[in-house]
């Protein structure tokens, strides 16, 4: 059983910065892939970013490419989400999952989600 908790949401200006922290409780999250999920209002929950457990396998979206860096550290289990260049499309409550069995399959365990807004 893994629990996750997300922190570093807030509110930032366009053009800023923010880091996404999850904190994961259990052994088991460090041979789980891990991925940050955002929800807008109105919108689908989309998948921002992805790494496998091993952190040799990353995804990220297109709207995020270039600006949102995701990591882990499986010795602190912990995993992170730096974003730069917010913008207001980016508002978004944003969640941190697992899988257990890859970047690409079902996302099992989440977290309560972290609220980002970013101003205009």
């Known amino acids: 059983q893994v629990q996750l908790v997300e922190s570093g949401g807030g509110l930032v200006q366009a053009g800023g910065s923010l880091r996404l922290s999850c904190a994961a409780s259990?052994?088991?999250?460090?041979?789980?892939?891990m991925g940050w999920f955002r929800q807008a209002p109105g919108k689908e929950r989309e998948l921002v970013a992805a790494?496998?457990?091993?952190?040799?396998?990353?995804r990220y979206v297109d709207s995020v490419k270039g600006r949102f860096l995701i990591s882990r550290d499986n010795a602190l289990n912990m995993g992170n989400l730096q974003m730069n260049s917010l913008k207001p499309e980016d508002t978004a409550v944003y969640y941190c999952?697992?899988?257990?069995?890859?970047?690409?399959?079902?996302?099992?365990?989440w977290g309560q989600g972290t609220q980002v807004t970013v101003s205009s």
């Open positions: 999952a697992a899988a257990p069995r890859g970047v690409e399959r079902s996302y099992d365990y």
């Open positions: 259990g052994r088991a999250f460090g041979s789980y892939a």
């Open positions: 790494i496998s457990w091993s952190g040799t396998i990353v």
